[in-house]
């Protein structure tokens, strides 16, 4: 996180998008959101329990690679973790929406690399 303290979603959401300005973390965020999913909707076909640790492990897992080893940063999980679920779901459905390019672009979250 910044020097500033966040205290409201409003303000998350454009930090959030700017810790992510790498499409490579984000690629990392999309997988493990699609095997979370995947999880949940295993575990709500077959009440089988384990399903919902293994969406945990697997949603968080490949999320935390793109940072550390992409991004280079800390997850905003740490600080916020509510918020920061709440906007891995909605940075996966604005790429699957196609509006992702343009929340990036208000939030000035450029990849540094180019």
Sequence with gaps: M???RITS???FWP??????????????????????????ASFIVTRRPWFLVGAVAAGY???WIGHFFVEKNRPATFQ????SLISDFRMFAAWLGGSL????AK????DPEG
């Design 101 to 104: 390019a343009a929340e990036l």
């Design 61 to 63: 897992a490949p999320a």
């Design 15 to 40: 930090h959030y998008l700017r810790e992510h300005a790498r499409p490579q973390t984000r690629a990392w965020h999309y997988l493990g959101t699609s095997l979370a999913l995947l999880g949940v």
């Design 107 to 110: 939030a000035e979250a450029t």
């Design 2 to 4: 910044s020097g500033a």
């Design 80 to 83: 916020h973790p509510t918020w």
């Design 9 to 11: 979603y409003a303000a």
